[in-house]
Nanobody
Framework: QVQLVESGGGLVQDGGSLRLSCAAS????????MGWVRQAPGKQRELVAS???????NYADSVKGRFTISRDNGKNTVILQMNSLKPEDTAVYFC?????????WGQGTHVTVSS
């Protein structure tokens, strides 16, 4: 089992920055990819960014050049640095991880960008 705990959401103005963290615990040695997914009100979940154990990363077109995902293996933590935030980035952001036993999900953290 893998457990994920997110932190770092909040309210920010248009053009501002936020840093989200996701701490993993449990059977972390089996994790091969971690990422962030967001869900805005009335919309489907959207993959925002992911990072593989190899270090390769993947981003949604809507966040390329503004968001950066990184991984601190020593702390078993994944960071999503979000810059130049826009009102359309407002959503609940979920951390997820794929491991040998399947998928693990965090509880979600709210990000609100005011115009």
């Amino acid at each position: 089992q893998v457990q994920l705990v997110e932190s770092g959401g909040g309210l920010v103005q248009d053009g501002g920055s936020l840093r989200l963290s996701c701490a993993a615990s449990g059977s972390i040695s089996g994790i091969n990819v971690m990422g962030w997914v967001r869900q805005a009100p009335g919309k489907q979940r959207e993959l925002v960014a992911s990072i593989y154990s190899s270090g390769d990363t993947n981003y949604a077109d809507s966040v390329k050049g503004r968001f950066t995902i990184s991984r601190d293996n020593g702390k078993n933590t994944v960071i999503l640095q979000m810059n130049s935030l826009k009102p359309e980035d407002t959503a609940v952001y979920f951390c997820n991880a794929h491991y040998l036993g399947g998928w693990a999900w965090g509880q979600g953290t709210h990000v609100t960008v005011s115009s």
